[in-house]
């Protein structure tokens, strides 16, 4: 057993039980962050922060929802949005939250792809990411099921029906996931426990993950840059703070993080209290009803390129597409064949790579909200041709690529 | 000695905790099924004598849309051998009985009476007045129910006759 002395602090009290000394230094003041980044690596914070705003807003909605198909409605839509005392606040602060963390989200992957921040030690960050990416989509579906809105049950109705997999008519599995023909109570119910338990949890624990997963090949920088961190770290130490390539977690960079952060939350708040409208279908207002198709069904903007690759093709091929853009950015350090990890700017064919993707995937979101005729339905297909081809392609342009 | 001792216990160990695994998955499994209560929804029966020519009845069947359509002796006669195989043929009336879901993802086609046939608004798919798929995205006709004609009542959820009689030609699944 350790050696314990009487304490001469609280301070000390707990360093002597918990080394919270030794956890401080591991954590924030010396955990190493490379100087030369911008404000894009504060996404990161600014996801966490988003997290943790969505959390705590649930548990205020949390309290008062009613995870039943006769009440779930007027739960959000009477008590929270009008008896609660600020529970639209909570309403509105959830589903602006939940939007824009997928905006975050997209600019986060995208910084990663072009500053190459997914390849040589750092797979697992993009992987963990990545799987990140779809416990958020889960969470956000689930919980796009409770208001019981029209929306909200044609969404179930056609997501669940993608498990019967086409043509392979497996409809046991879609009764099986619904526990009913058709979304009904025990959907209603056991999307709800996914919703308020079991996604969160799976999320906190990936977090954690993709946290741990920096440690070892540290956070890439605007250069792409290999350098000693032991090294550069001495050199912090000893007091050549100029010279160093590296800076403390805390309180340096996650001050730089928190002025971001600034920023994001007047913009998030703005979104709040003045444009909250962009997060609340008007059709979801509407309550669920299994017999009323609406006119136009789709889903929130985070998920329309996606969609749009389903919709152009016959069913067994729109799922095949639509199965492939799911699983596809899984495998892009192993796809990328290139050891240059720097700027797509400095990357010669990967520049036009990383730009045209970025271009089709707009476009594909643009279409997936317009309904699916005429010149519409033609550029669909072709953006969706055109993002299934740049996968195709990518091994090629990248192995080519002159060595930087 | 050793070595063999602790070989076994790890192996009983592994046996044991992959029983109860595989039991603790089946018990999760179980515990997703629909239930007996939902499983046994019951019949819906359905007055064959109220419905008026060329306008669509809806009606509830487990959950789902069925749609129920009574052919003008104009559509009937103008349909080939494929469309008036579907068709439930009660006295001298023709009648469309299907699963009003696109066979697609599941949305519900709208009937367009002057067009005679099913628009879906999801993706944009179209159906006949046989429920036959004619426009992409849909890759099969809408389906049609376990049926049973009684009289002038039509059974939904009970095999009859007719019914097996169209799901052994391969009409619907």
Same mark, same amino acid.
């Given at each position: 057993?350790?050696?314990?002395?009487?304490?001469?602090? $609280?301070?000390?009290?707990?360093?002597?039980?918990?080394?919270?000394?030794?956890?401080? &230094?591991?954590?924030?003041?010396?955990?190493?962050?490379?100087?030369?980044?911008?404000?894009?690596?504060?996404?990161?914070? $600014?996801?966490?922060?988003? *997290?943790?705003?969505?959390?705590?807003?649930?548990?205020?909605?949390?309290? %008062?929802?009613?995870?039943?198909?006769?009440?779930?409605?007027?739960?959000?839509? %009477?008590?929270?949005?009008?008896?609660?005392?600020?529970?639209?606040?909570?309403?509105?602060?959830?589903? !602006?939250?939940?939007?824009?963390?997928? +905006?975050?989200?997209?600019?986060?992957?995208?910084?990663?792809?072009?500053?190459?921040?997914? &390849?040589?030690?750092?797979?697992?960050?993009?992987?963990?990411?990545?799987?990140?990416?779809?416990?958020?989509?889960?969470?956000?579906?689930?919980?796009?099921?409770?208001?019981?809105?029209?929306?909200?049950?044609?969404?179930?109705?056609?997501?669940?029906?993608?498990?019967?997999?086409?043509?392979?008519?497996?409809?046991?599995? !879609?009764?099986?996931?619904?526990?009913?023909?058709?979304?009904?109570?025990?959907?209603?119910?056991?999307? *709800?426990?996914?919703?308020?338990?079991?996604?969160?949890?799976?999320?906190?624990?990936?977090?954690?993950?993709?946290? %741990?997963?920096?440690?070892?090949?540290?956070?890439?920088?605007?250069?792409?840059?290999? *350098?000693?961190?032991?090294?550069?770290?001495?050199?912090?130490?000893?007091?050549?703070?100029?010279?160093?390539?590296?800076?403390?977690?805390?309180?340096?960079?996650?001050?730089?993080?928190?002025?971001?952060?600034?920023?994001?939350?007047?913009?998030?708040?703005?979104?709040?209290?003045?444009?909250?409208?962009?997060?609340?279908?008007?059709?979801?207002?509407?309550?669920?009803?299994?017999? &009323?198709?609406?006119?136009?069904?789709?889903?929130?903007?985070?998920?329309?390129?996606?969609?749009?690759?389903?919709?152009?093709?016959?069913?067994?091929?729109?799922?095949?597409?639509?199965?492939?853009?799911?699983?596809?950015?899984?495998?892009?350090? *192993?796809?990328?064949?290139?050891?240059?990890?720097?700027?797509?700017?400095?990357?010669?064919?990967?520049?036009?790579?990383?730009? $045209?993707?970025?271009?089709?995937?707009? !476009?594909?979101?643009?279409?997936?909200?317009?309904?699916?005729?005429?010149?519409?339905?033609?550029?669909?297909?072709?953006?969706?041709?055109?993002?299934?081809? +740049?996968?195709?392609?990518?091994?090629?342009?990248?192995?080519?690529? &002159?060595?930087? | 000695?050793?070595?063999?001792?602790?070989?076994?216990?790890?192996?009983?160990?592994?046996?044991?905790?992959?029983?109860? #695994?595989?039991?603790?998955?089946?018990?999760?499994?179980?515990?997703?099924?629909?239930?007996?209560? /939902?499983?046994?929804?019951?019949?819906?029966?359905?007055?064959?004598? #109220?419905?008026?020519?060329?306008?669509?009845?809806?009606?509830?069947?487990?959950?789902?849309? /069925?749609?129920?359509?009574?052919? =003008?002796?104009?559509?009937?006669?103008?349909?080939?051998?494929?469309?008036?195989?579907?068709?439930?043929? /009660?006295?001298?009336?023709?009648?469309?009985?299907?699963?009003?879901?696109?066979?697609?993802?599941?949305?519900?086609?709208?009937?367009?009476?002057?067009?005679?046939?099913?628009?879906?608004?999801?993706?944009?798919?179209?159906?006949?007045?046989?429920?036959?798929?004619?426009?992409?995205?849909?890759?099969?006709?809408?389906?049609?129910?376990?049926?049973?004609?009684?009289? =002038?009542?039509?059974?939904?959820?009970?095999?009859?006759?007719?019914?097996?009689?169209?799901?052994?030609?391969?009409? =619907?699944?």
């Amino acid at each position: 057993m350790a050696h314990f002395e009487k304490a001469t602090s $609280v301070h000390d009290w707990l360093n002597q039980r918990l080394a919270i000394e030794k956890f401080e &230094k591991v954590m924030m003041s010396e955990y190493w962050i490379p100087k030369n980044i911008n404000f894009l690596w504060a996404m990161g914070m $600014v996801l966490a922060m988003t *997290f943790a705003i969505l959390l705590v807003s649930g548990i205020f909605l949390l309290m %008062y929802y009613q995870p039943n198909v006769d009440l779930a409605f007027d739960s959000v839509n %009477y008590t929270i949005m009008q008896e609660v005392g600020f529970g639209w606040l909570w309403r509105h602060v959830h589903a !602006v939250a939940a939007s824009v963390v997928f +905006l975050i989200i997209y600019i986060h992957m995208f910084t990663g792809i072009y500053y190459g921040s997914y &390849k040589k030690g750092r797979e697992m960050i993009w992987i963990s990411g990545m799987l990140l990416f779809v416990a958020f989509s889960a969470e956000a579906f689930s919980g796009y099921m409770l208001p019981w809105g029209q929306m909200s049950y044609w969404a179930g109705m056609v997501i669940t029906n993608l498990f019967s997999l086409g043509s392979l008519e497996l409809n046991g599995i !879609v009764e099986w996931i619904r526990g009913d023909y058709v979304p009904a109570q025990a959907f209603l119910t056991r999307f *709800f426990m996914l919703h308020v338990l079991l996604i969160p949890v799976a999320i906190l624990a990936l977090i954690a993950v993709h946290f %741990y997963a920096l440690r070892f090949p540290h956070v890439n920088n605007l250069d792409g840059e290999f *350098f000693d961190y032991d090294e550069q770290a001495e050199l912090y130490k000893s007091g050549n703070t100029r010279a160093s390539k590296v800076i403390r977690f805390a309180n340096d960079f996650l001050s730089k993080d928190m002025f971001v952060m600034s920023i994001f939350l007047i913009f998030f708040f703005y979104l709040v209290f003045w444009q909250y409208a962009f997060a609340m279908d008007p059709v979801n207002f509407d309550p669920a009803d299994g017999l &009323k198709t609406p006119a136009h069904i789709y889903p929130e903007w985070y998920f329309l390129w996606s969609y749009e690759i389903l919709r152009p093709f016959s069913k067994d091929i729109g799922l095949i597409a639509f199965g492939f853009a799911q699983v596809i950015f899984f495998l892009l350090p *192993f796809l990328d064949k290139s050891d240059n990890v720097a700027p797509a700017s400095r990357r010669g064919p990967f520049k036009i790579w990383f730009w $045209v993707m970025l271009v089709d995937m707009i !476009v594909l979101t643009a279409m997936g909200k317009l309904p699916p005729e005429g010149i519409f339905s033609t550029i669909g297909l072709v953006a969706a041709l055109v993002f299934i081809g +740049l996968w195709v392609v990518l091994p090629f342009i990248t192995k080519i690529e &002159k060595k930087l | 000695m050793t070595k063999g001792r602790r070989g076994f216990m790890g192996k009983a160990f592994g046996a044991v905790a992959g029983v109860g #695994a595989v039991a603790s998955l089946y018990a999760m499994k179980r515990s997703w099924d629909p239930l007996p209560s /939902v499983k046994a929804a019951g019949f819906t029966m359905v007055d064959l004598t #109220a419905a008026e020519p060329n306008v669509l009845v809806v009606e509830k069947w487990r959950g789902k849309p /069925v749609f129920i359509l009574k052919k =003008t002796p104009e559509m009937v006669a103008a349909q080939n051998e494929e469309q008036t195989a579907r068709d439930i043929v /009660v006295g001298n009336d023709h009648f469309l009985v299907c699963i009003g879901l696109c066979t697609h993802l599941g949305c519900i086609p709208a009937y367009r009476p002057d067009k005679h046939d099913f628009k879906c608004a999801c993706h944009g798919g179209e159906f006949d007045a046989s429920g036959i798929d004619t426009l992409l995205p849909p890759p099969s006709p809408m389906e049609i129910p376990p049926f049973k004609v009684d009289g =002038t009542t039509l059974v939904l959820g009970e095999a009859g006759p007719e019914y097996e009689k169209m799901k052994s030609s391969g009409i =619907t699944v």
